[in-house]
Structure formats: C-alpha cells, structure tokens
C-alpha cells in the first residue's frame, strides 16, 4: 500500500463519520508526506488546520492506522508543502465556486409570481415568527406588525435603528415576507441604501433612468437598509427624495433602517431627515439577559439540537451587545458538539468561547480579516488584494470582504480600497452573494464560523 493508498483509507473511514462539510473543510488538501518505520507525516495547509486536525481527529487516524498499518504509532505533520490531493469529488468549496457563479436568485420568495419574480431578494428565514419580542424591542417590533398589518397608511415611513447584529434587517425583512404571504403578487423590494446609489449612478450613465424609475417608483413596499450610507451623495438624496415622495403619495410603504436618528447621521439633506421622521421612528437597543436566553432557546429549539441549559445561560450571560454574536457564539458550540459526537460541558464551552468572551470588546482590523481568510484557504493576503478571476481567489476575497462588512461595519468604498482599490460596487456584489449563500449552504456558514474563530483565537 503506498502512501497515497493508505491515506485514501484513512480518509475513507473518517468520511462515514464526519459531516460532509466538515471533511471537506479540514481535510481538502491533505496527504501523507512520509512514511517511516513508525510514524507517518501528515501534510496539511497551514497550521490552523494542523492544530485542528491533531486535536481532532488524531484519535480517529490512530485508530485506523491500527488496523491497517500496526506498526505506526505517531503522527507528525509537515505545514503547507505536500500537492493538493484532491480528496473528495464535488468539494464543498467547489461546489460553492460554482454556486458563486450562478447568476439564478438564490432566495425563494413564498409563492412567486411572474410579477414578483424580479424581486427575489428577501431572506425566507427573517419572518415575524422567528423574531423573539423583548423590551429592547417592542417599539420596533410593534410597529414592524402594525404596518404589515395595514402597509402604507399610519406609519409611514417606519424608521428603525440601532447598532448593528441587533435585528433590524431581520425585522424589515419580516414586514416584507408579511406582505408576500398576503399578497402574493405584491413587489416588495429590498435594497441596501448603496445598492439603489448603484443602481442610480448606473442608470445615469447609461441612461436607463427609465427603467430605474419603473423599477423603484412601482412597487408596493421598498425596504431600504443601513440608510445612513447615503450621508454625502447629494445626487442620490436628491433621487431618494423624488422616489420616497411618489411611493408615499401613492400610499406605498417605506421602511428604512438606520445605526442612528436621522437627524444624527451626518451629511444629509434636510428635507429628506424631516421626511424619515414623518411616520415612525423606532428604536432596538440591547437585548436584556431574560431576552438573550429566550433568543438562544429558540434557535435551539429550532434546530433541533440539545445542549445543556447551563451553557445556554453561560452565553446569554456574557455576550450581551450583539444577537450576531449570540448565534455564532451557539452556532460555535455546536458545532464542536457534533464533532465530538457527545455533548459539551460548561468547562469546554468555557473554553472554547474563552477569547470571545473575554475580549468582550472585539477588535479587530481589515488587515487582520484579510490575514485569517487567507490562512484559512492556504492562500495568500496578496492573492486576495490582486486583480487575479481565479476563483480559487474569487470566493475567499468574497468572504473577506464579507465578514469586513459585517465585523467592521467598513462602507463598501473602503473595503473596495484595502482590497487593490476594487470598485464599490465589486464589493457590494460580493458581500451579496455571500450572504445569500450563506442562507443556503449551511457549510458556507461554517467555513465563516471557523474564520471568526480564527479571527479571534490569535
Ligand atoms: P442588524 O440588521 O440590526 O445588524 P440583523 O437583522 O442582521 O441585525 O440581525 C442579526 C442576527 O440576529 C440575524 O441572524 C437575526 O435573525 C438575529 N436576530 C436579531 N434579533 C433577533 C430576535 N429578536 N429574535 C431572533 N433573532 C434575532
Ligand atoms: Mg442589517
């Protein structure tokens, strides 16, 4: 049996046992490098990996060497040299790459119609039933269901901010979904405030105004998100202006969300801050601790997992600013849980939370974001900031460029300098797509997982 023989067996066994996603995650581009009188090294990409996999999945490799190859009992391994192997078929990452790819919608609309169907950009998991109500946020949560209730006439706009992870796209998204179910022909259209500056500056330049127009001007209910970002585009205002005043005399709903008050975001014009305030301005703040455990005990309930209440009480006790947060830190713990194949005790998840939770303020920067994907994908932080299409290129810089959005909250121009001075725009399609497919893939979410826990491990 050569080496590669007898590494395709030892993969084969770990295979039955372990998630899809997680074989291909920590065991794409492995291979045996040497083998000796009593040890076999093990190449692996990098030394995340490595760490990984020796913790792991050691045990598991031992085991099957027993019976294969008796007389080996230790195992080295050599950090980034061997040639990728290709291990599996259909990888995941490769099966991502090609869902990158696809241009077809990835969300589904309830019941789509001919008429809806260019609409397709709302996410079917933000729904009223999966928002859990506290005190932190009723008001928004109240009139969220008041104006799906009777879209376009008393709160009109509905104006929500907060800081960010605290569920206010989730929220916007639900009155859309609302709406949806009711109507199924009704044109609900979300958008993030840059994507409609984009679709603008588009339309100017290669005069299809028109078009923009019918599209923004004639739907039933415009969601516009993280508003705040058109702070400064006085051509854009001046559009959103003459958009927001058609749809409001045609008695269609509005609804914005904002990280602040309009009268504090900076740079806007004022008859369009007089108008956000027209309808109803609602507020989320932090959720209190009663809440954090009620929000983790649905999502565990909703998957169907068990965990044990005292670590659900140990999470809701120390991430409290952010419900982001709250579902990585469960969706982190379970994830190990089910490689362990048993449940976790309060110590383990202790520990595996450990640097999350005691950096209770996280910092971190683009650069940091760029050098975490980068070793997570055996690839470089120059590969992902040149102008290379290779899409072993594409997909990681997507993510980074993903999870900048998300960690930093980075404006779309700044994460497009840091990475080779891309295009805004090239960003804003990349953060989408990643985000959309990350409602579909649960690996994708995984791989993500891992690169916070990276991100914030070292
Ligand atoms: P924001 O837009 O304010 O940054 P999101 O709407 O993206 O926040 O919410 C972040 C995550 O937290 C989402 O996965 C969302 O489903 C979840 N979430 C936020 N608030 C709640 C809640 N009250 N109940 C359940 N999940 C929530
Ligand atoms: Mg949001």
Redesign the pocket.
């Known amino acids: 049996m050569n080496n590669q023989q007898l590494w395709q067996a030892i993969l084969g066994n770990l295979e039955v046992s372990l998630s899809k996603a997680n074989f291909n995650t920590w065991f794409k581009n492995t291979g045996i490098v040497e083998k000796g009188p009593d040890f076999i090294i093990i190449g692996v990409p990098s030394t995340f990996s490595k760490d990984w996999i020796s913790r792991k999945y050691q045990t598991d490799i031992l085991k099957v060497l027993k019976s294969i190859s008796p007389e080996i009992r230790e195992i080295k391994y050599q950090v980034g040299t061997q040639k990728p192997v290709p291990v599996v078929k259909n990888s995941i990452s490769q099966a991502t790459v090609q869902s990158l790819s696809a241009s077809a919608p990835v969300y589904n609309n309830p019941a789509p119609t001919t008429q809806n169907a260019s609409f397709p950009n709302l996410n079917p998991?933000?729904v009223f039933d999966?928002?859990?109500?506290?005190k932190?946020?009723e008001l928004a949560?109240a009139a969220s269901v008041a104006v799906s209730k009777n879209p376009g006439s008393q709160y009109n706009p509905l104006f929500i901010y907060?800081?960010?992870?605290?569920?206010?796209?989730?929220?916007?998204?639900a009155v859309g979904n609302k709406l949806l179910q009711d109507r199924s022909g009704a044109k609900v259209l979300y958008v993030t405030s840059e994507k409609f500056t984009n679709d603008y500056i588009q339309a100017i330049g290669s005069k299809r105004m028109d078009e923009f127009k019918k599209l923004y001007r004639t739907v039933d209910m415009l969601l516009i998100?993280?508003i705040q970002f058109i702070a400064g585009k006085e051509g854009t205002q001046e559009e959103f202006f003459h958009t927001f005043n058609e749809l409001r005399d045609k008695g269609k709903q509005i609804i914005m969300?904002a990280d602040r008050l309009p009268k504090d975001i900076p740079a806007i014009e004022h008859r369009l801050i007089s108008r956000f305030e027209w309808g109803m301005v609602a507020d989320?703040q932090a959720?209190d601790f009663e809440?954090r455990l009620?929000?983790l005990q649905?999502?565990v309930a909703k998957k169907g997992v068990s965990i044990s209440d005292e670590i659900v009480y140990f999470i809701a006790e120390n991430i409290s600013s952010?419900?982001?947060e709250?579902?990585g830190a469960l969706n982190r713990l379970l994830v190990y849980q089910q490689m362990e194949h048993k449940s976790l005790t309060l110590d383990q998840a202790r520990k595996i939370l450990g640097t999350m939770i005691t950096q209770k303020k996280k910092v971190t920067t683009l650069k940091k974001i760029a050098m975490s994907v980068a070793e997570f994908y055996n690839i470089t932080v120059e590969d992902l900031i040149k102008q290379s299409r290779r899409k072993e290129y594409v997909k990681p810089r997507q993510i980074a460029m993903y999870v900048s959005r998300k960690e930093l909250g980075s404006s779309f121009p700044t994460i497009g300098e840091f990475y080779g001075g891309r295009d805004h725009t090239t960003v804003m399609h990349g953060v989408e797509k990643i985000e959309k497919l990350m409602v579909q893939t649960d690996s994708l979410k995984q791989e993500v997982d891992l690169i916070l826990d990276k991100l914030y491990i070292t």
């Not at 999966?130 to 506290?134: D, L, R, S």
Request: no cysteine; aromatic share 6%.
């Open positions: 998991k933000y999966t928002f859990v109500i506290g932190h946020n949560h907060g800081d960010v992870g605290l569920g206010k796209t989730h929220l916007m998204h998100d993280d969300t989320i959720p809440t009620a929000i649905t999502k952010n419900i982001r709250l579902e």
